[in-house]
C-alpha cells in the first residue's frame, strides 16, 4: 500500500508570501498518477493539479505542481486571502488503487 | 459543464445499510473515458476513496471497504450508487461523489456532498 505523507500539517503565512507543500510517498508514484486538490470549509475538493505538474482548467498561474519518484511539490507563489484552505494529495497506484495525503492547512499568520 | 448530485438518508441506524445516489447532469455515464467514484471523509479528517464504477458496470474497491461496499450504475437515469452495509458509527462521514478522469486518474468534478450520521 501506498502511503501519502503530507508535511508540514499546518503551514502559517500572510498573504503575499510563498508556500511550499510536500507530499511524500512510501514507494515511488508514476508523475503521471499525482494530484493536488484545494478543499475550503464546507466546500468538496478542488482539483489544481494534476499529473504532478499540469495546472487544471481555470487554476491560476500561481500554483505550480513539481517532484518525481517519492516526492512531490505544491508551490503557491504568492498567497491570495482566498487561498487559505486545506491541500491534500492524491496518488493512483497499486492497492487501494487511490489514495490521499492527510492534508496541509495554510491558514493566515 | 457536468455536475453532480448526491441523495439519499441522512441518518442511518447501526448494522443497516446506507444507501446513496449520485444524478449526474451535463454529460453522460455512457459516454465513457470517466470512472465514477465515491468518496468519504470523516468528520475534521483527511480523504478516503471507496470505489469506482466505470459505465459497463466493472468496480474496484478500497480493500479495507471491500466487503461491505457495493457500487453499481444506472445508465439510463444517468446516475450511479452506493451501498456500504452493516455500517456503524465509524462511517459517519460526508460522502462526494466525484469523476475520475481514466488517463490521469484524478477526480475533476465533485458533488457537493452529504453528511450521513450512524446513530440509533
Known amino acids: 500500500e501506498i502511503v501519502l505523507t503530507q508535511s508540514p500539517g499546518t503551514l502559517s503565512l500572510s498573504p503575499g508570501e510563498r508556500a511550499t507543500l510536500s507530499c511524500r510517498a512510501s514507494q515511488s508514484v508514476s508523475s503521471s498518477y499525482l494530484a493536488w486538490y484545494q478543499q475550503k470549509p464546507g466546500q468538496a475538493p478542488r482539483l489544481l493539479i494534476y499529473?504532478?505538474?499540469s495546472r487544471a482548467t481555470g487554476i491560476p498561474d500561481r500554483f505550480s505542481g513539481s517532484g518525481s519518484g517519492t516526492d512531490f511539490t505544491l508551490t503557491i507563489s504568492r498567497l491570495e486571502p482566498e487561498d487559505f484552505a486545506v491541500y491534500y494529495c492524491q496518488q493512483y497506484g497499486s492497492s487501494p488503487r487511490l489514495t490521499f495525503g492527510g492534508g496541509t492547512k495554510v491558514e493566515i499568520k | 459543464q457536468v455536475q453532480l448530485q448526491e441523495s439519499g438518508p441522512g441518518l442511518v441506524k447501526p448494522s443497516q445499510t446506507l444507501s446513496l445516489t449520485c444524478t449526474v447532469s451535463g454529460g453522460s455515464i455512457s459516454s465513457g473515458g470517466y470512472y465514477w467514484s465515491w468518496i468519504r471523509q470523516h468528520p475534521g479528517k483527511g480523504l478516503e476513496w471507496i470505489g469506482y464504477i466505470y459505465y459497463s458496470g466493472s468496480t474496484y474497491y478500497n480493500p479495507s471497504l471491500k466487503s461491505r461496499v457495493t457500487i453499481s450504475v444506472d445508465t439510463s437515469k444517468n446516475q450511479f450508487s452506493l451501498k456500504l452495509s452493516s455500517v456503524t458509527a465509524a462511517d459517519t462521514a460526508v460522502y462526494y461523489c466525484a469523476r475520475i478522469e481514466w488517463r490521469w486518474y484524478y477526480f475533476d468534478y465533485w458533488g457537493q456532498g452529504t453528511l450521513v450520521t450512524v446513530s440509533s
Open positions: 499529473g504532478a505538474s
